[in-house]
Each structure stands twice: as structure tokens, then as C-alpha cells.
């Protein structure tokens, strides 16, 4: 088991710039979830996947953010023309049938 | 979703027994009592989950009394490396209608272990 791994770990970008993030869940997991945390705080939802399909979204995904997971497999979250708000760390977990999430290490932003 | 209330941070001694309370007053019938352990720079990782009454493993136990509109982590014999900020989420558990399990995740209790 080598647990969720996400890449990469630190990325730092300036404001108005895409960035991507790759999340790649515990094999077996076919649900993936999409966290986001700021500082002091605890993470907020962002997006879920059951499989390959998008089943829910928080209203904290602006059209800037979109996220796939083709072939249901590893995702991808990807934020358009950053903003320094946008700065934060960005966690992926997975689960199966059970409730546990597992979490990955998270991928810290910076927007300069 | 259940609204939380825990402790912003507690501070503990090697050895000594931790108790962290949370208050969840709106509690559904529906809803299970979850916790989870977060180190700095990592995501946070499940300790252990209740419905009523008492659970224990290897790391926690968590007591819930009869009105569950409380709960109380606690931890055996800390050590150092058990200072963590402690999370206290209400939702769905197993086979809830929503088919998954969205956490909701307030500010946490940090706790400090100290020598």
C-alpha cells in the first residue's frame, strides 16, 4: 500500500498563471475527494469523484477550477489565472465502500 | 451538516491522558461522530469513528453519551509525537444516504505534548 501521492508537493506561481495538480489515489479506491486548506483553519471540500464521474462540487469551485478523473483512475486539479487567494494547500484523499479517507500529503501553493 | 465546538488547543504532559471534548448540540439521528489527527505539512489521517456509547482501538478510545450532543476523544499515554491538531467532524457514516461522506472540518483542537 503506498497510499495517495500528490504531486507536487510545493509549487509556487505568479498571479494570472494555470496551474495543475495530479492526485494518485490507493488503487483500489474508487472515491476521490479534493480539499482545500488555508492556514490555522481545517480543510474545506472542494470536489468529489465516484469513479470516473463528478458527483459533487462545492460552491468554493469557481469556474477558475476544474478537475477530472479520466478513466477513473488519478486526478487532476487544475486552477485557471490564479489569484493570491488561491494560495493554499490543496489535499486529495480516497476511499472505498467505507467511510475512512485516506489523505494524501497535500500540495502547497504560493501566488506570488 | 452538524455545526462542532472543540477546545482551540490544550496542552499535555508525556505520559498524562488527554481528553478532548467536542459539542455538537444539532447532532442528526442519521449522523456519526468522526476524528482525525493532523501533523503539519501532511493531510490529516482517521483515528476513529462512533455512533453511541463507547469505541475504542488501538490508538483512541470515544465516549458518546446517550444524547450525543457531545463527545469526548481520548488519548492514552501521550508522547510527544502525538501533538497534532485534533479534528471533530459529524456526518454521515457507513451506508449514509448520501452515498459518501463529505468531512466538514472545523478549526481543531491543537494539542502540545511537552517533556
Known amino acids: 500500500d503506498t497510499g495517495v501521492s500528490q504531486d507536487p508537493r510545493h509549487k509556487i506561481t505568479k498571479r494570472g498563471q494555470n496551474v495543475t495538480f495530479r492526485c494518485d489515489p490507493i488503487?483500489?479506491?474508487?472515491?476521490l475527494y479534493w480539499y482545500r486548506q488555508t492556514l490555522g483553519q481545517g480543510p474545506e471540500f472542494l470536489t468529489y469523484f465516484q469513479n470516473e464521474a463528478q458527483l459533487e462540487k462545492s460552491r468554493l469551485l469557481s469556474d477558475r477550477f476544474s478537475a477530472e478523473r479520466p478513466k477513473g483512475s488519478f486526478s487532476t486539479l487544475e486552477i485557471q489565472r490564479t489569484e493570491q487567494g488561491d494560495s493554499a494547500m490543496y489535499l486529495c484523499?480516497?476511499?472505498?465502500?467505507?467511510?475512512?479517507?485516506?489523505f494524501g500529503p497535500g500540495t502547497r501553493l504560493t501566488v506570488t | 451538516l452538524a455545526k462542532t465546538t472543540q477546545p482551540i488547543s490544550m496542552d499535555s504532559y508525556e505520559g498524562q491522558e488527554v481528553n478532548i471534548t467536542c459539542s455538537h448540540n444539532?447532532?442528526?439521528?442519521?449522523?456519526?461522530i468522526t476524528w482525525y489527527q493532523q501533523f503539519p505539512s501532511q493531510g490529516p489521517r482517521f483515528i476513529i469513528q462512533?455512533?453511541?456509547t463507547k469505541v475504542t482501538n488501538e490508538v483512541a478510545s470515544l465516549f458518546i453519551p446517550a444524547d450525543r450532543k457531545s463527545s469526548t476523544l481520548s488519548l492514552p499515554r501521550v508522547s510527544l509525537s502525538d501533538t497534532a491538531v485534533y479534528y471533530c467532524?459529524?456526518?454521515?457514516?457507513?451506508?449514509?444516504?448520501?452515498?459518501?461522506?463529505?468531512?466538514?472540518f472545523g478549526t481543531g483542537t491543537r494539542l502540545l505534548v511537552s517533556p
Open positions: 462512533g455512533y453511541k
Open positions: 467532524l459529524v456526518g454521515d457514516g457507513p451506508g449514509g444516504n448520501t452515498g459518501f461522506q463529505k468531512l466538514v
Open positions: 444539532n447532532i442528526a439521528t442519521n449522523d456519526y
Open positions: 488503487s483500489e479506491h474508487n472515491r
Open positions: 484523499a480516497s476511499s472505498s465502500q467505507s467511510f475512512e479517507q485516506y
